[in-house]
């Protein structure tokens, strides 16, 4: 991204709208999913390079988009077998990948 992110919050997914309410500044809400899940890769993060963008590239883009100053990862239920949840998982997954972006011709990132 051209300016880092302003805050990347790991939430429960229902505490988003109180984060939200009455603010002025854009925030963009990925949706955890389950950790368990055969297709967890495929969901959060695609195949960027085949140009199948799953929640987290799909986010990212448009956080650049909108010029969001908050980048909300819901945790749903499930956690690794470390305890670690779905939005940690997520944002460790989305930094280890992140430079797969910046290789699509439209991805600006």
Not at 81 to 90: K, N, P, Y
């Amino acid at each position: 991204l051209e300016r880092p992110m302003a805050r990347i919050l790991l939430v429960p997914m229902a505490s988003w709208l109180v984060l939200c309410a009455g603010a002025s500044h854009v925030g963009v809400l990925v949706h955890g999913f389950d950790l368990g899940a055969e297709d967890w890769e495929e969901v959060v993060w695609g195949t960027p390079r085949e140009g199948r963008l799953g929640r987290v590239p799909h986010g990212l883009l448009l956080a650049r988009r909108f010029k969001a100053t908050t980048l909300i990862l819901g945790s749903g239920g499930t956690c690794d077998e470390l305890g670690v949840s779905e939005a940690e998982r997520t944002r460790a997954h989305a930094i280890q990948h992140l430079s797969e972006l910046s290789r699509l011709p439209h991805a600006d990132v």
